[in-house]
């Protein structure tokens, strides 16, 4: 899929540190910075409900290997695959706004 700007894979804007908790070079673009918060979000809604890969892609209707990647920073999520997985965890994933106001914090 392609990307806006031409920015990018998510993880490949890592500075130092292991995605998504790395800290990202500092002009990394907007979407890089919702990814990694985006990815950070998803990690720990798995966490929590305690749901692995492959389980929370047949409840979501989502390929395991897709959600693989958006762990990994290898590709942005689109509308209906963040849908579908907002609504199979029932917490919202997406950061907003957030992820750019807090990116020093990364």
Do not use: C
Not at 20 to 35: I, K
Not at 66 to 88: F, K, N, Q, Y
């Amino acid at each position: 899929m392609p990307r806006s700007n031409n920015d990018q894979l998510p993880a490949t804007y890592v500075a130092s540190g292991n995605w998504p908790y790395a800290r990202l070079v500092e002009d990394a673009p907007v979407s890089a910075h919702y990814g990694q918060a985006f990815a950070r979000n998803l990690a720990e809604a798995m966490e929590t409900s305690e749901i692995g890969l492959r389980a929370l892609g047949d409840k979501a209707g989502v390929s395991h290997a897709t959600i693989s990647r958006l762990l990994r920073g290898m590709v942005l999520p689109d509308m209906g695959t963040l849908a579908r997985l907002e609504v199979a965890l029932g917490t919202s994933l997406w950061p907003g706004l957030a992820a750019w106001t807090k990116r020093e914090l990364s």
